[in-house]
């Protein structure tokens, strides 16, 4: 069995969180392959909302096995707030979830050093989530960072606290300040509740799970437009949010790989600063916003919204090899008398559909517009009957992205999903 592979295909929040928790019963296995607690996943049952941001989103069903993977980046802050907040009772979480000893930790200092650079950039900020996500990922890359495996160092006391002093000697630079120990005894709080779990080399548990046939869900975080590659540089994540991060983030081969699910939104949202050709600063803005509750599931912040984007779509389709879309959050577009999707961008005057890579080019979408639809959806289960142009303006997107829309989402409940 391949292993399929779920990510965002925006700027994040496109409802991942649902949608893995929806598909879980089809997988024995769901495997977070990056970012960390600058996530928000939120999924729905029995009128009951979690938010989850480190620990995968199969964690509800009581017969798989969830795993964080190297790519991740953990804060035993954040681990043990979330495990508690769960539900069900840590002996029996300890069962159905496995952390990677290659996963490098945040430390309180890197949430510090987050705040510090932000607030020195002024009005340049990126509008991080200020989770330390960047200052951890940047000791990994530069191999000074502490991993999971590394708590069950007899010197791993030592090993903090000489890290901190580096961080705290980086810190003198910054006229900034800071409370360390307030976040220091929730760290180590975490750190007693992190050895409570099995932590592991989780690329062999991968490799034996896969090869004796079980079923792996690879779960991504943010959007591809966040991506630090192939997103709106410097107004990105630290991380490969793309599909070929879960290669990087699980130690799983390229030929084990089958579906690529991509999720977007049936419009579109942005958290943080950075580009967005479609935003709509405008009454229509404030209408999705309000709509959609668009705030965000970690941070609280208002999303920034606008019209549906193809050529960032299209984009994604070619950087993860999308092989089914999942449109999201149909059910926000009922009561709009017409739709704007922008099919290319006007660029210095020309039309083009590739995505500048200067940050600052004046982009000007270019719209089409689709008949909207009055009727409340979210009771519907059923494809067929779907008002006539709301399958119109998924098939718009079928024909202009060449891939299949195979789920679209019509609430944030489980129940509220229809499958093609
Ligand atoms: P994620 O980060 O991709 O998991 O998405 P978030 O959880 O940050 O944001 C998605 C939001 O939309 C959450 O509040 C979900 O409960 C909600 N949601 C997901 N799918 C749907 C949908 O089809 N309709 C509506 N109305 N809300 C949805
Ligand atoms: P999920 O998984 C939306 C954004 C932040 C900021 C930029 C960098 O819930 O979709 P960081 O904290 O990584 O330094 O922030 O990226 N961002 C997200 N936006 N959803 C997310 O995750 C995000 N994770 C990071 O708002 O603009
Ligand atoms: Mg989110």
């Not at 479609?278 to 916003?289: A, C, I, P, Q």
């Not at 999308?322 to 999201?328: G, I």
């Not at 039309?351 to 009771?379: H, M, T």
Request: hydrophobic share 35%.
């Amino acid at each position: 069995m391949k292993i399929d592979i779920l990510l965002g295909l925006q700027w994040g929040d496109e409802g991942k969180g649902k949608i893995v928790d929806v598909l879980s019963p089809e997988y024995d296995v769901i495997a977070r392959f990056q970012g960390g607690p600058n996530a928000g996943h939120s999924l729905e049952f029995n009128n009951v909302k979690h938010v989850l941001h480190l620990i995968p989103s199969g964690i509800f069903h009581r017969d798989k096995l969830n795993i964080i993977g190297n790519g991740v980046v953990l804060d035993p802050a954040v681990f043990k707030k979330e495990i508690e907040e769960l539900g069900p009772p840590v002996e029996e979480l300890i069962k159905r979830l496995v952390i990677s000893t290659r996963a490098n930790l945040i430390l309180p200092t890197h949430r510090i050093l987050d705040a510090a650079y932000e607030h020195q950039k002024g009005c340049l900020k990126i509008g991080s989530t200020l989770k330390g996500i960047g200052p951890a990922y940047t000791d990994k890359a530069s191999r000074n960072g502490l991993r999971v495996g590394d708590i069950n160092h007899l010197n791993f006391q030592e090993l903090y606290k000489e890290h901190t002093e580096n961080h705290l000697l980086i810190l003198k630079n910054y006229n900034f300040a800071f409370d360390l120990k307030e976040y220091e005894r929730g760290w180590f709080e975490g750190i007693e509740l992190l050895r409570k779990f099995r932590t592991e080399n989780t690329e062999y548990l991968l490799h034996n799970l896969y090869s004796g046939g079980k079923k792996i869900l690879a779960e991504g975080a943010q959007g591809t437009m966040l991506d630090v590659d192939f997103g709106s540089y410097p107004f990105v994540t630290s991380s490969n949010t793309i599909s070929a991060g879960a290669c990087t983030g699980l130690g799983i081969s390229p030929k084990t790989i089958g579906e690529v699910f991509g999720i977007f939104k049936a419009y579109c949202t942005r958290v943080g600063s950075g580009p967005f050709p479609t935003e709509l600063n405008d009454e229509t803005g404030e209408l999705l916003r309000k709509k959609g509750c668009e705030f965000g599931a970690t941070t609280g912040r208002p999303r920034r919204c606008g019209w549906l984007d193809l050529p960032v779509l299209r984009y994604a389709n070619i950087v993860n090899g999308t092989t089914k879309l999942f449109m999201m959050k149909s059910d926000i577009l009922s009561g709009f008398k017409t739709l704007k999707v922008c099919t290319s961008y006007k660029v210095g005057g020309r039309i083009q559909d590739e995505i500048p890579f200067d940050n600052n080019a004046k982009i000007e979408p270019v719209y089409e517009e689709l008949p909207g639809w009055e009727e409340d959806i979210s009771g519907v289960r059923d494809y067929d009957r779907l008002p006539e142009n709301l399958r119109g303006y998924i098939e718009f997107i079928e024909i202009q992205t060449g891939v299949p829309v195979s789920i679209v989402s019509v609430g944030p409940d489980r129940k509220a999903t229809i499958f093609r």
